[in-house]
Nanobody, 115 residues
């Protein structure tokens, strides 16, 4: 069984920063990729950023240059540094890990950016 624990969401003013963390725990799993997704009210869940086992990253166009994803392989933890936040970044952010057995999702953490 794989568990994901997210932290770091909250309320911030436009232009501010937040850092999200997601730690994966369990036994008998390997991680191909780790990523962050978000879902705003009335919208579909969308990819924000993803990093694979080789360290290759990809970002949504809307966050490129403002968000940075990184990964601590030893701790099975993925981070999302979010700078220059905008009100349109407001959403529930979900961590996801991709394993040979399938995808696992975190419980989500709310990020609210006030204008």
């Amino acid at each position: 069984q794989v568990q994901l624990v997210e932290s770091g969401g909250g309320l911030v003013q436009a232009g501010g920063s937040l850092r999200l963390s997601c730690a994966a725990s369990g036994s008998g799993f390997s991680i191909n990729a780790m990523g962050w997704y978000r879902q705003a009210p009335g919208n579909q869940r969308e990819l924000v950023a993803r990093i694979n086992s080789g360290g290759t990253t990809n970002y949504a166009a809307s966050v490129k240059g403002r968000f940075t994803i990184s990964r601590d392989y030893a701790k099975n933890t993925v981070y999302l540094q979010m700078d220059s936040l905008k009100p349109e970044d407001t959403a529930v952010y979900y961590c996801r890990i991709d394993t040979p057995r399938g995808f696992y999702w975190g419980q989500g953490t709310q990020v609210t950016v006030a204008s």
